[in-house]
């Protein structure tokens, strides 16, 4: 699914309304019935007469479409009460007209401006439901006076808040929230999602991400919004690969993983697991000699081969490079230490071998400051936001301001697949980005990466390419998690992602779809 930012989603918006010749009022009007019919829900199992819901609308397009939803809230029957952020005469010409009918129905609209904050605190507090429809996508930056106060003032009401589009006070492009923001219990977004509300800590005033589908052309959509995507259930089952009747253990998917050290046994032991769970065929585990016989005590379906034991590191990124010659894949660095011998390994053989590679852990500890030497492989690069931070160096500071912008600008520079890791994980490479919304905490758990790392290898080594096996390693790794929380975990160990991942695959594709063509539950 594509997700757009706020530019992309104005140019949406004008080609189909100039282009397709789709009036903006008929957009605004299926928008607004869409809002309206996820806050029914919030409503259908009260009792009392009347049910109220204040509608705070602001005097731009979000307010119009949250004045369309009072009207057909009205009309089922709800008591809307109207609160305007600006009176008629400063609305703009959409937001006035529907402003006007609703007068015009008598419903209860009062003026925020002209009323006290004692008055509009009560009138939320009466409410059963609040509809944010203050700021949509064409606001940025921190909010000014009187918008603070309002929404700090939908906050400590403490009622459900549907939001119009994005919450009052994200940004929709880079998912920062630079001021006070809207908490909402759930989101409606117009025709895709924002590419900032999937991101943290934007995506934790979102709530419930509701998409509604309000007549803009798919196709449109694909052509503004290329370049940011939502790994959705679809696409993910469709890119999953399935082995061939004919397969055998090794075109099934050969996977070696390079890691280990006598301190760290267990994570290439983990990876090496998640790899074997998610399909590979036939694993090997290369590490040094001293790591050998712990991990082999570990090791029942891997090989476990130790590569030479010499302080020649000429000799040893040899061994490493015949070791790999027929890999699907190699993931490199999980639990190997950070040496410096075993540094220069890592970087004279990520640097010579032409195999597809998953560069996770201490690899990319000894990849920092060479970063030059996977430019252009066929490599997936895992690092948590301090990795990358390292990987950065000077330019750590952009990571920061905008996670989604470093991570864009980092792939296309090396031309590598880049999975930074995280709530929300992004997937960005030279062409395209993914947003990851699977998964929970229950990810916070050592060795989660290691598996990860794991299962992108399998899926590399299964023949999909770098962004593909780096999505859909993302996205199942999350359903492992979302399974598990289902099944009422409240902890979990490293290795019960990696065992839970066939089994999570049956819960995903069993799971009811809620999508009615119209609205879609994203997240």
């Not at 921190?142 to 906050?155: C, G, H, Q």
């Amino acid at each position: 699914m594509n997700a757009l930012t706020a530019s992309e989603m104005r140019t949406a918006d004008m080609r189909t309304i100039e282009d397709v010749g789709i009036p903006p009022i008929v957009l605004m009007e299926t928008a607004g019935r869409a809002v309206a019919d996820l806050a029914r829900d919030f409503l259908a199992d009260l009792e009392g007469d009347p049910i109220r819901v204040a509608v705070v609308a602001g005097p731009g397009n979000n307010g119009a479409d949250a004045l369309v939803a009072a009207r057909y809230l009205m009309q089922l029957g709800y008591e809307p009460d109207i609160y305007m952020a600006a009176k008629g005469s400063d609305c703009n010409e959409l937001c006035r007209s529907q402003l006007e009918m609703m007068q015009g129905l008598g419903a209860s609209v009062s003026f925020l401006r002209e009323q006290s904050p004692e008055f509009f605190r009560s009138g939320l507090r009466a409410a059963s439901l609040i509809v944010d429809g203050l700021l949509g996508t064409g606001s940025s930056g921190a909010l000014d006076e009187p918008y603070r106060t309002w929404v700090n003032e939908i906050n400590i009401a403490s009622r459900d808040v549907v939001a119009v589009d994005i919450p009052t006070g994200i940004d929709p492009s880079t998912g920062m929230v630079p001021g006070p923001a809207v908490t909402a219990t759930a989101t409606v977004t117009m025709a895709a999602p924002k590419v900032g509300m999937l991101l943290y800590p934007a995506a934790s005033y979102v709530g419930e991400l509701w998409v509604a589908h309000i007549g803009i052309p798919p196709s449109i959509l694909a052509d503004v919004g290329g370049r940011y995507h939502v790994m959705t259930k679809q696409q993910f089952f469709f890119w999953l690969p399935r082995r061939s009747r004919q397969a055998d253990k090794r075109s099934a998917g050969e996977v070696v993983v390079i890691g280990g050290s006598s301190q760290y046994v267990g994570a290439p032991l983990l990876t090496a697991s998640g790899a074997m769970h998610a399909g590979a065929g036939y694993v090997t585990i290369t590490c040094p000699p001293s790591a050998a016989p712990a991990i082999a005590n570990h090791a029942l379906e891997q090989i476990v081969a130790p590569w030479p034991e010499t302080d020649d590191v000429g000799a040893v990124v040899d061994a490493l490079l015949d070791r790999t010659r027929h890999a699907g894949a190699v993931a490199i660095g999980p639990g190997l230490g950070r040496e410096p011998q075993t540094q220069e390994i890592v970087r004279r053989f990520i640097s010579h071998s032409s195999r597809p590679l998953v560069v996770d852990a201490d690899a990319l500890f000894a990849l920092a400051g060479h970063n030059a030497s996977v430019t252009g492989k066929k490599a997936v690069l895992t690092p948590h936001d301090g990795e990358f931070a390292r990987l950065l160096g000077e330019k750590a500071d952009t990571a920061i301001a905008n996670r989604m912008k470093a991570a864009d600008d980092f792939a296309a520079a090396l031309d590598v697949t880049l999975l930074l890791k995280g709530p929300r994980s992004i997937v960005a490479t030279k062409e395209a980005s993914y947003v990851n919304i699977t998964g929970n905490e229950l990810l916070a758990t050592a060795g989660s990466g290691d598996v990860l790392s794991g299962i992108i290898a399998a899926v590399l080594a299964a023949g999909c390419s770098p962004r593909q096996s780096a999505a859909i390693g993302a996205f199942w790794h999350g359903v492992a998690a979302d399974y598990l929380a289902a099944e009422h975990k409240s902890s979990i160990l490293a290795g019960d992602i990696a065992t839970n991942l066939q089994t999570a695959l049956h819960w995903l594709d069993e799971r009811e779809e809620e999508d009615d063509g119209y609205l879609t539950r994203l997240a």
